[in-house]
């Protein structure tokens, strides 16, 4: 006999709450590239217009994020600006980094 599933108590999560939840659970996601492009969850969060909550959570997970660039050298600032992510992502970019070494070619 199958069990019963055991229905979801919140059937709309907050997605700032999935990301901390799934980052709590396995921090290593954050660093994770996707495999055609190189971009770490951070570049992908940016160039989707994240709001501040979802950016800060992976910049904690991954700090160094910032400063890392995908396969064409664009950083996470970078795709945030040309995609108009919100300004509180934006900030939290801008505070994260990059480091002078990221802007060099």
Do not use: F, K
């Amino acid at each position: 006999p199958n069990p019963t599933p055991t229905p979801n108590p919140n059937p709309n999560p907050n997605p700032d709450q999935v990301l901390a939840e799934l980052l709590a659970s396995y921090p290593a996601a954050a660093r994770q590239r996707e495999m055609q492009s190189c971009m770490l969850p951070l570049h992908i969060a940016a160039a989707n217009r994240a709001d501040e909550a979802a950016v800060r959570a992976l910049l904690a997970a991954h700090p160094d994020g910032a400063s890392e660039p995908d396969e064409r050298g664009m950083l996470p600032l970078h795709l945030a600006a040309i995609y108009h992510a919100p300004p509180g992502a934006v900030g939290a970019l801008l505070q994260a980094g990059p480091t002078p070494r990221a802007l060099q070619p």
